[in-house]
């Protein structure tokens, strides 16, 4: 279910291998979620990070998605959509079965200078 694309931000590239995803994320740093997170510093929420890695998954899967378990997720720096208004999103994947994605994300500026956060978690795709 798509909540956040082609609002808070929009796919630029979207490249699909074989256990891979890489893609580059425009975040609309106009959009009202910044006005309460935070005024005049504007925060890209964690919450929102990990919906679009699972958005950018369910456009490369055509499936809805359930995150079934999170392994560990790490925010280690602040996404502000003023100062990096791309990020890359690189997403290293594994069907474990026909219904279940295991999945290792990480949101990074182009150059990779900056991690902001990465993750592993588990899907159910319906």
Known sequence: MTLLKNDFFEIEKLEHSIGLIVSTI????????FDGHFPNNPITPGVVQLQI???????????ELLLKEMRSCKFLAILNPNETPF????INYELIDDSTLQISAKGTTDDESKTFFKFTAKYEMN
């Open 53 to 63: 890695t699972k958005e950018i998954l369910e456009e490369v899967f055509q499936k």
């Open 26 to 33: 425009k975040i609309n740093s106009s959009h009202t979620i």
């Open 87 to 90: 990020f890359d999103l690189e």
